[in-house]
């Protein structure tokens, strides 16, 4: 049972790098939490201050209403998983399980009784009597989860843990993990860089950058409703497209055009997000998630599409879904969130001019559409996302 409330925590490293920025969360009792951000944006600073691994420059940590900034890493009985499993070689696996209990000086019926429990919950019984180098990848990870199982503890931690699996293994483990999180509804702050582990194992992530908390919500909420151009970029695959746009006033209401397509936006979306009137005349940064786009041939006669003509330049037919890339004649976004979300994503020559709009849809796989063909893509007008260009916000109230 353990609530864990970071308040105003900051930390800078003693060659003065501030490395994690006014971070506050509550974390609820029992929650699944996924810290999740690109390399360098402070998730393990932030993880190990919890710990009690790294002092907390300032700002409060509270576990259970009680603050523990001066406590050690002992006192504040959490459990870390780390990306390196750090087993011990030339101990078997029921021994690795157990060392944390056995320096604990616990009864050794109790240890037995622990180490079977957690044995069984991650299907590591017939393997206790093994040495770690006889495990694959996926097992030695599971004895790391059981080394920090059997400790009982408030809150487990863990930093990237599977990191090092590869890409089958790390999905199957992530269900496990999962798993067993629920079954011991132990408190867990969870720390990865991928976004496809924060969307699918969080109950709540909290996206960072720069050491600065972006936004923290369910996963489907920072989906569905990003706070500003990182979060939106961030979090989905493939990326959500953007553009820069023009907002106008028109007789039937407020207008955007984009790359020879005119919208009107829906009555829903200027009384969701009164503000965007007063771009009237201004230029807005526009975004459109792949799946909100069909091959005009195919979409249904919803009363909310505009259609955009382009020219097909890239299609991947996956079975399930046809993904078509395509130019659109409207401005890239550019700015210090979407350089950072490029540089994340490894792009070798990150874009620095609007030029060059590359968008990206997913047809359903009825479509025919085929590279150099020229194509009208309906757009959902109720599901574009709209954001100042100028601080990235999303244009709400
Ligand atoms: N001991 C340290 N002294 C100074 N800077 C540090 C130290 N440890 C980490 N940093 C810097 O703090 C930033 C955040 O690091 P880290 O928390 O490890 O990021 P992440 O886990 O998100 O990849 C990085 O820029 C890193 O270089
Ligand atoms: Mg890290």
Not at 351 to 358: D, I
């Amino acid at each position: 049972m353990a609530e864990v409330v970071l308040d105003k925590v900051n930390k800078l490293y003693e060659n003065g790098f501030h490395a994690v920025h006014d971070l506050s969360i509550d974390i609820a009792d029992g929650e699944f939490i996924v810290l999740v951000g690109p390399s360098g944006c402070g998730k393990s600073t932030a993880l190990r201050m919890i710990a009690g691994l790294e002092d907390i420059s300032t700002g409060t940590l509270s576990i259970d209403d009680r603050v523990v900034n001066t406590l050690s890493s002992r006192e504040r009985d959490i459990a870390m998983v780390f990306q390196s499993y750090a087993l011990y070689p030339h101990m078997s696996v029921a021994d690795n399980i157990a060392y944390g209990l056995k320096i604990r000086r616990m009864e050794k019926s109790e240890i037995q009784a622990r180490v079977k429990r957690a044995a069984d919950m991650l299907e590591l019984g017939p393997l206790l009597d093994r040495k770690p180098k006889q495990l694959s990848g996926g097992q030695r990870q599971r004895v790391a989860m059981g080394r920090a199982i059997v400790r009982e503890p408030k809150v487990f931690l863990m930093d990237e843990p599977l990191s090092n699996l590869d890409a089958k293994l790390r999905v199957q483990m992530r269900a496990e993990i999962g798993q067993v999180q629920r079954d011991l509804n132990v408190t867990t702050i969870y720390v990865t860089h991928d976004q496809t582990e924060a969307m699918t194992m969080g109950d709540r992530v909290a996206l960072m950058k720069a050491g600065v908390l972006q936004q923290l919500g369910a996963p489907q909420h920072l989906y569905d409703n990003p706070d500003n151009i990182f979060v939106a970029g961030f979090i989905g695959s493939p990326p959500m497209n953007m553009a820069l746009a023009t907002v106008d006033r028109a007789s039937r209401g407020v207008t955007v055009s984009m790359g020879g397509a005119e919208v009107t936006v829906p009555e829903t979306v200027t009384s969701a997000r009164p503000a965007l009137a007063s771009y009237a005349g201004r230029q807005v940064a526009i975004g459109l998630r792949s799946e909100d786009m069909e091959d005009a041939s195919l979409a249904r006669d919803g009363g909310n599409r505009a259609t955009l003509s382009t020219t097909v330049s890239l299609t991947e037919a996956l079975g399930s879904e046809i993904v078509v890339h395509f130019p659109v004649d409207a401005p890239r976004v550019v700015t210090e969130d979407t350089k950072a979300l490029e540089e994340d994503a490894g792009t070798e020559d990150i874009p620095t001019t609007t030029a060059g709009n590359t968008w990206v849809a997913s047809f359903s796989p009825r479509s025919r559409v085929r590279p150099g063909d020229t194509v009208q893509i309906a757009l959902d007008a109720e599901r574009l996302h709209y954001f100042d260009p100028d601080t990235g916000l999303a244009i709400r109230d």
